[in-house]
């Protein structure tokens, strides 16, 4: 499923009774318009200049709705159901998929597998400092701590696998008290 500006103005104006492009300031419109923003960036891949020009506003616009729409939950909670409804309805790992692939020209694409790449090197390197601090605290102790083996055994354990590993030793150590 597609869903594009307009079908979320649709959506949010039948479900408010609201004229979103009603030029006023009152709280309603105000965060109805923010709800619409916050929307409209979840769910759609358009700038925020696009997502403000529906109403006639500009990206700081949009960007300060984003945040106002933060504070919805505490100031109109009717409306805010709205926006929960609407991602109960329309779940946004399932919608825009299955449809056009996004057209990203080849220095985009360039840009996000280097992305890609740097954070795969990040957490490779985050690893390694984990496993270097292991080493230190075990140099700290000369080996001569009865805890230094266990330490040596825990750098030893691959990062997908830690957690894996504190709940067992975590079970462990319960079950010693």
Excluded: C, W
Excluded at 148 to 174: G, W, Y
């Amino acid at each position: 499923m597609k869903i594009d500006l307009d079908f979320i103005i649709d959506t949010i104006q039948s479900k408010t009774n609201l004229d979103l492009n009603k030029n006023t300031r009152e709280r309603v419109y105000v965060l109805g318009r923010a709800m619409y923003y916050k929307i409209a960036k979840e769910y759609t891949f358009r700038s925020l200049k696009d997502i403000g020009a529906k109403f006639g506003k500009d990206h700081a616009t949009v960007l300060h709705g984003i945040k106002v729409f933060e504070g919805l939950k505490m100031y109109d909670k009717d409306l805010y159901k709205i926006y929960e409804d609407f991602h109960n309805r329309y779940p946004v790992e399932l919608v825009n998929q299955d449809d056009e692939e996004v057209m990203m020209t080849d220095r985009e694409k360039s840009i996000v597998d280097k992305f890609a790449e740097m954070i795969d090197l990040i957490k490779a390197k985050d690893e390694q400092i984990n496993r270097l601090n292991i080493e230190i605290d075990l140099m700290k102790h000369n080996g001569d701590d009865k805890r230094s083996n266990i330490l040596k055994l825990a750098s030893q354990v691959p990062e997908d696998q830690l957690e894996v590993f504190e709940e067992r030793i975590s079970a462990m150590v319960k079950m010693i008290r």
